[in-house]
């Protein structure tokens, strides 16, 4: 029996990053070796023990054998006399087909160093192919791996690409998508995951609301970028920079959906592409079986960006009934984190990735100006019913006036 350190500890350790985790393979061994030993079992679908002291994970050497469709569709063998190399060779890519034995010796048997050098993601085996899975977890490393420099490898999106066109990907199950495109989300580069995806065909077949905006136009004055997908990946890049809320990055990759749904005859224009783009939003989430909360924050975000952009426009019952609509004063943290993507979008444009965006300060100072307005001061003074209402709407409105006076006093508009 002897164990090995594996995967991503390993990789992480040589690129001399932070190493959270770590999961060992145990070879050489049968189940009842490891709970002789004091190990407690774990694993449902295959044999994953605790070590009884640090409650670290291992895992028997185990081969698998594609027996059906999709991600879950495989029959293990976690016969003692699997070797690590036969256990390695399973795995999705080269960097991640590595162990290091007692001793620290590094057990390399496919290149994972070599590629952890060029900064590529390549692909073990021909095996790769039997998980489809693996499309969405190559974009994802990507995602996180692309401040280094790593690109996936010709022929890993060549297979990729393969894997895409036979249909496989249609057997995942949306919660396993859901996983994987979350965490891509909360990576330094969400960006490149939807890239990724794009490259191989996979965001048709999973984010085809997404996949549509590429290639449809928009006026040059305003997106030098013209390219609304470009556009898409530029905020989405600038979202990342702001927050490392998935909810923010996810209503940044969202906010346009409805551009595609603009007749060609109306383009570059896309007048009321907010509304259209509600139930696209909504459509998205619900085949990822997203949260709610990414659902809600991406509507808002379609629904109401254009809205943000112009806030120093509207006059003060407009701007009373926005953040009301917006709900604003219930949910604040929620609009903090819409204001964060309308300055995203605003930024995610060709030239103007640094520009000021003074409508965030606008709208949480118009929002504080509007908390500021006591209900209770209203009842106190034997106010009630219509009457209540319509002073509580007049008073709001007289304070978001004043506010926007001192703003432009202040900022010399």
């Not at 027996?67 to 006399?81: E, K, M, Q, V």
């Not at 989405?236 to 920079?241: E, N």
């Not at 209203?378 to 006036?401: K, N, P, V």
Request: with cysteine; glycine share 6%; aromatic share 8%.
């Amino acid at each position: 029996m002897k164990t090995y350190l594996v995967g991503g500890a390993v990789r992480d350790q040589l690129l001399g990053r932070p190493v959270h985790e770590r999961d060992w393979v145990v070879v050489g061994a049968r189940p009842d070796d490891l709970l002789a030993q004091g190990y407690r079992p774990v694993g449902r679908d295959f044999p994953v023990y605790l070590h009884p002291d640090s409650q670290e994970e291992f895992a028997l050497a185990r081969t698998e054998r594609k027996s059906g469709s999709g991600h879950t569709g495989f029959i293990c063998d976690f016969s003692s006399d699997i070797s690590l190399e036969d256990d390695l060779v399973r795995r999705d890519l080269t960097i991640n087909a590595m162990a290091l034995d007692d001793d620290g010796s590094l057990v390399d048997p496919y290149g994972g160093r070599r590629d952890l050098d060029a900064r590529l993601l390549r692909h073990v085996s021909p095996a790769f192919r039997e998980d489809p899975l693996r499309v969405f977890r190559v974009a994802r490393f990507a995602a996180r791996y692309a401040p280094l420099g790593f690109t996936v490898a010709d022929e890993t999106m060549t297979l990729m690409r393969e894997m895409t066109a036979s249909g496989e990907l249609a057997h995942l199950t949306p919660e396993r998508v859901w996983k994987e495109t979350e965490r891509a989300l909360g990576e330094p580069c969400p960006e490149v995951y939807v890239s990724v995806l794009r490259d191989c065909g996979a965001l048709g077949a999973w984010f085809p609301e997404v996949d549509r905006l590429f290639g449809v136009p928009q006026p040059e004055a305003h997106h030098p970028e013209i390219d609304t997908g470009l556009h898409t990946l530029m905020v989405l890049t600038q979202a990342a920079t702001l927050s490392p809320e998935a909810r923010v990055r996810f209503a940044a990759l969202v906010h346009d959906l409805g551009k595609a749904d603009t007749p060609s005859a109306e383009w570059p224009r896309h007048i009321a592409h907010e509304s259209r783009g509600v139930p696209r939003v909504r459509e998205l989430a619900k085949r990822l079986k997203a949260p709610r909360a990414f659902e809600e924050l991406g509507t808002l975000a379609s629904r109401f960006h254009l809205d943000v952009h112009r806030a120093d426009e509207m006059k003060p019952a407009t701007l009373l009934r926005k953040l009301l609509d917006m709900d604003a004063l219930r949910r604040p943290e929620r609009f903090a984190e819409l204001l964060l993507v309308c300055e995203a979008d605003a930024r995610g444009r060709l030239g103007l990735e640094r520009r000021a965006y003074p409508a965030r300060d606008y709208w949480q100072g118009a929002l504080e100006a509007l908390r500021a307005v006591s209900p209770r001061a209203l009842q106190e003074q034997g106010l009630e019913g219509e009457a209540f209402i319509q002073a509580l709407e007049r008073t709001r409105e007289q304070a978001l006036h004043d506010y926007r006076e001192q703003w432009r006093q202040s900022h010399g508009t």
